[in-house]
């Protein structure tokens, strides 16, 4: 088992840019959550889904960030524009109950 | 609404001493679950140890061991013979039950330090 994997593991883009952050869930796993890291404000779950179907997105902070699931071997974060308080560590994580796994994280550096 | 608290945002341990890190919870699932999280400077985060609401005992891990305190809303960490390599960020987190959509939330951390 390769555990959730993340890509990539480092961005580092210009304002305005569109980033994509990709995560692939451990097999087997039907709830899949995405997390930003920051000093501020810790760790915030912002979308979680269960089945590839999303089930609570309160936490997106606006309109610039979506998250996809198109099947259950992979979920998209994607943030359009980007800017720099957007720089953070994205984590995603996978579960099968009661459990929960985390990827290594993407760190995004916005300029 | 779900929220977890963890008031020591740093503390400092004596190697091969025991610590314990606080985490009081609120919730008003009846079913529910609390985790904690290691986060080292590399930054992955490593899971611990797992509590279930309706479990009898206290969950252990090797050095790791949980002290739930259900009517206290308490779910306090102990770590016993703390190793130099146990230096990391703490967190504990809570799942929900189907009120909360299940989901997985985290409080703010708690830096350990141990000392040679």
């Known amino acids: 088992d390769a555990g959730v994997i993340q890509s990539p593991r480092h961005e580092v883009t210009e304002m305005g840019q569109e980033v994509t952050l990709r995560c692939k869930p451990i097999?087997?796993?039907?709830?899949l959550f995405w997390y930003r890291q920051t000093m501020m404000r810790g760790l915030e779950l912002l979308i979680y889904?269960?089945?590839?179907?999303?089930?609570?997105d309160s936490g997106m902070p606006e309109d610039r960030f979506s998250a996809k699931m198109p099947n259950a071997s992979f979920s998209t974060l994607k943030i359009q524009p980007s800017e720099p308080r957007d720089s953070a560590v994205y984590f995603c994580?996978?579960?099968?109950?009661?459990?929960?796994?985390f990827g290594s994280g993407t760190r995004l550096t916005v300029v | 609404a779900q929220k977890i608290t963890q008031t020591q945002p740093g503390m400092f341990v004596q190697e091969k001493e025991a610590v314990t890190l606080d985490c009081t919870y609120d919730?008003?699932?009846?079913?529910?679950?609390l985790f904690w999280y290691k986060q080292p400077s590399s930054g992955e985060m490593i899971f611990l140890i797992y509590?279930?609401?309706?479990?009898?005992q206290n969950a252990t891990e090797g050095r790791y061991s949980l002290n739930f305190q259900k009517a206290r809303k308490s779910a306090n960490l102990v770590i016993s013979a703390s190793q130099l390599g146990d230096s990391a960020m703490y967190f504990c987190?809570?799942?929900?039950?189907?009120?909360?959509?299940?989901?997985?939330?985290f409080g703010s951390g708690t830096r350990l330090l141990v000392r040679p």
């Open positions: 509590q279930g609401s309706y479990d009898q």
């Open positions: 919730t008003s699932d009846p079913s529910y679950g």
């Open positions: 987190a809570m799942r929900g039950g189907m009120d909360s959509s299940y989901k997985l939330i």
């Open positions: 097999s087997g796993h039907n709830s």
């Open positions: 889904f269960n089945n590839n179907v999303p089930i609570d």
């Open positions: 994580a996978s579960s099968r109950f009661p459990g929960y796994t």
